[in-house]
């Protein structure tokens, strides 16, 4: 017979323990199977970015180069004419998003008596500032230093982005290398190089416009929202996934009927358009509301910084006045500049090659630039027309087929001249590049 001391129902302390411990090693089991996961997770992509950047080193390598070019050229028209050379790279503009970036937007937009508005900071777009703020808080390098930190990683990842949508269309590793270094070294290039959105902005539209060409809709509507917090150039990435999707809507089934705009196959496509010009929209918006008049943006845009719509008349009055009137030689390079940036437009709307979003893309960037109106920013035009970067897809299938050294000599002096243009409007111009 059993007694009070006998543990006959009772569990042993070493079983209470053993039974304690299960859920513990199994919270501990299921952590380190998460951690694994995520681990083995980045590991794959790593290795799949490893793999897709391997192939695009050249480009961004002569991107670099091309940069350490501008700013050599830089240091030597500050040398040359006694003034600063590191502060130049964050003037004008770079003023601006320094103080975003710094402070913040204003409150309130101020007005003078008559109703004008004054300069004001909400002129420019908070994607770039927001990033040079975060690498500054990061770092705590001054908004000037991590500016330049944004402009140079942000360029890097636009070459490369640059160089896999040349790849993308035409299949060549030459052409797609050519292709980003001419971008590099286009005549308004040298703002790559200074605290400036343009290299951030590229960064979203080529890897944008390649989303749009592999039909990743949500990829796609991600970089349009962030092309649209940088420049309202996005409007011409939204229009390429417009007609991207577009042409998914007008494609015809099995049975000879359209997709149509409901069709499940046309809902991604459809919906990423939609959403895709929110973010540009909603700041414009926000800037309307600050001005307490639904055209805000435009209205300081044309009041205080003097940009409109003009549907290009400004820019062939001043064109002509350069060309048949003796004036300072920087504007007559400039209607040159312009002139050959018409002329590749035209050239790679002949290419049927290449899909049509990406003409759509370069067209209304080229419209964009072209259309607005210059009272102060004529010489601005080759910054303008920088993101239109699909113009020289024709011209990097003709280089391909020159000998590399002519082919190098051309890029040395493009980067050259774009750094001695930009150096000259700032140190002896005087003036915004």
């Known amino acids: 017979m059993s007694t009070p001391s006998t543990p006959v129902a ?27 996961r995520l681990r083995s997770a980045a590991g794959d992509t790593w290795h799949r970015t490893s793999l897709s950047f391997r192939p695009a080193r050249t480009a961004v390598v002569g991107y670099l180069i091309a940069r350490a070019i501008n700013l050599v050229v830089l240091g030597l028209m500050a040398f040359a004419t006694k003034k600063p050379f590191w502060s130049m790279v964050g003037s004008w503009d770079g003023v601006w998003f320094r103080d975003i970036a710094d402070f913040g937007y204003v409150d309130k937009i101020a007005v003078s008596p008559t109703g004008k508005p004054y300069w004001s900071n909400v002129e420019f777009f908070p994607g770039y500032p927001w990033a040079v703020r975060l690498v500054s808080d990061l770092t705590g390098l001054s908004a000037l230093d991590a500016g330049m930190v944004v ?14 949508l040349g790849r993308e269309v035409t299949g060549s590793h030459r052409v797609a290398t050519l292709f980003a270094l001419l971008w590099a070294v286009a005549p308004g290039s040298m703002v790559l190089t200074m605290v400036y959105s343009e290299a951030l902005f590229v960064a979203f539209a080529s890897w944008g416009l390649l989303a749009v060409l592999r039909r990743q809709w949500t990829l796609a509507c991600v970089l349009c929202l962030l092309a649209g917090l940088t420049r309202n150039t996005a409007f011409a990435l939204v229009a390429a996934l417009g007609v991207a999707a577009l042409a998914i809507v007008l494609e015809r089934r099995e049975d000879g009927r359209r997709v ?32 307490g008049r639904a055209d805000g943006w435009i209205w300081i845009q044309d009041k205080a910084f003097h940009l409109r719509m003009d549907w290009g008349v400004s820019t062939v009055q001043w064109m002509n006045k350069y060309l048949t009137h003796v004036g300072r030689p920087i504007y007559v390079v400039c209607t040159f500049v312009i002139i050959l940036s018409v002329g590749l437009t035209i050239w790679s709307f002949r290419d049927r090659r290449t899909p049509l979003p990406v003409h759509v893309y370069g067209g209304v960037v080229m419209f964009l630039a072209l259309t607005t109106s210059n009272d102060w920013f004529f010489h601005s035009k080759p910054r303008f027309m920088l993101p239109a970067f699909t113009i020289v897809l024709p011209l990097a299938r003709l280089m391909a087929k020159w000998p590399r050294g002519v082919v190098i000599s051309v890029l040395i002096a493009g980067a050259a001249f774009s750094g001695w243009y930009v150096s000259f409007l700032l140190y002896v111009i005087n003036t915004n590049p």
């Not at 009772?10 to 299960?22: C, N």
């Not at 149509?260 to 918006?285: E, K, N």
């Open 10 to 36: 009772e569990t042993p302390p070493a079983a209470e323990k053993d039974a304690s411990s299960v859920p513990a090693t199994t919270d501990t089991t299921g952590a380190a199977l998460v951690v694994e």
């Open 260 to 291: 149509g705009l409901l069709a499940p196959r046309a809902r991604r496509p459809v919906l990423a358009t939609l959403i895709s010009p929110l973010a540009c929209v909603g700041f414009i918006a926000w800037v309307g509301w600050l001005a």
């Open 151 to 164: 402009t140079l990683v942000a360029g890097a990842v636009a070459a490369w982005g640059l160089y896999a």
